[in-house]
């Protein structure tokens, strides 16, 4: 073998080994955040190639803090349930991305455009089964929900008075993940669920989300306050990041990821 052979043969070797050896950075935790999340890594890896970013399916409050801390992922996705103790404990870091609305929205058939509060605890009670009753179609009401324990249900509780001790009716359809809601509205006709403006943004026109009591759940009413179901978005990382996981948080919060953050339905912090 000559002696170019050679080193063609082992720069292909060594490119090889660098391909193979890429570091990955693994994103899991809160079905809720993956909407945005996964907009997020799909942005950075349109500019940087390397490191690669992958997604998990969702992981619970304890199970995504331990995941993390025993280094199977890299970033836990969360909201709401991050407690300072358990941060402590891990030695993590929390970091707020964004701020989103919670909506109530409603697959494309439906025309309505507003809701009250009030009208919303009679579709979630049994009260209002027919959209006619409401302004809309003479067409029943196929009401989706989320599990009490899920962040969209436990904010809409705590913030909207008549919800708080609500017993939804027998035939609610509970949504068990994020994703299970999106597709839920975005092919149950007539379909109302709580979910987030992400998904709105995300579903090209499927869903639509309602404004409540006549405040629309934009930006400028996310940051003032003037709508009041909101959640966060956070990042939650080891006290000290590697590299790779630095290089996505910079992106995320560069005015790139503004951008990213604003056209997917959620409020950046700047």
Same mark, same amino acid.
Request: with cysteine.
């Given at each position: ?142 009401? =989706? *929900? /989320?599990?009490?324990?899920? +962040? ?10 008549? %919800?708080? &001790? ?62 009041? =179901? *909101? /959640?966060?978005?956070?990042? +939650? ?10 290089? %996505?948080? &910079? ?20």
């Amino acid at each position: 073998m000559t002696h170019a052979l050679v080193t063609v043969t082992l720069l292909l070797a060594l490119g090889v080994q660098a391909a193979s050896g890429a570091e990955t950075i693994i994103l899991d935790g809160s079905t809720g955040m993956l909407p945005l999340a996964t907009a997020l890594g799909k942005a950075f890896q349109e500019k940087f190639p390397d490191p690669r970013v992958e997604l998990g399916k969702g992981l619970g409050t304890g199970a995504r803090l331990r995941a993390l801390t025993e280094g199977k992922i890299q970033i836990a996705l969360a909201s709401h349930g991050v407690k300072p103790e358990d941060v402590r404990k891990g030695n993590l870091k929390v970091i707020e991305i964004a701020k989103g609305a919670i909506v109530f929205a409603v697959n494309a058939s439906v025309p309505l455009a507003d809701i009250a509060e009030s009208q919303v605890c009679d579709i979630y009670s049994g009260k209002v089964r027919g959209w006619q009753f409401l302004g809309g179609p003479d067409s029943p009401i196929a009401v =989706l *929900t /989320r599990p009490p324990t899920e +962040v969209d249900p436990q904010v809409i509780r705590e913030k909207l008075a008549c %919800f708080k &001790d609500l017993k939804e009716m027998d035939t609610v359809r509970v949504m068990a993940r994020g994703g299970d809601m999106a597709r839920g509205l975005a092919e149950t006709p007539h379909a109302i669920g709580m979910t987030s403006m992400t998904v709105v943004e995300q579903s090209r026109g499927q869903v639509k989300a309602l404004a409540l009591g006549s405040v629309p759940p934009t930006p400028e009413n996310v940051k003032s306050g003037c709508y009041r =179901l *909101t /959640r966060d978005f956070l990042f +939650v990382v080891t006290a000290e990041p590697g590299l790779a996981v630095k290089k %996505f948080l &910079d992106f995320v919060l560069s005015l790139d990821g503004d951008r990213v953050i604003l056209a997917n339905g959620a409020v950046p912090l700047r």
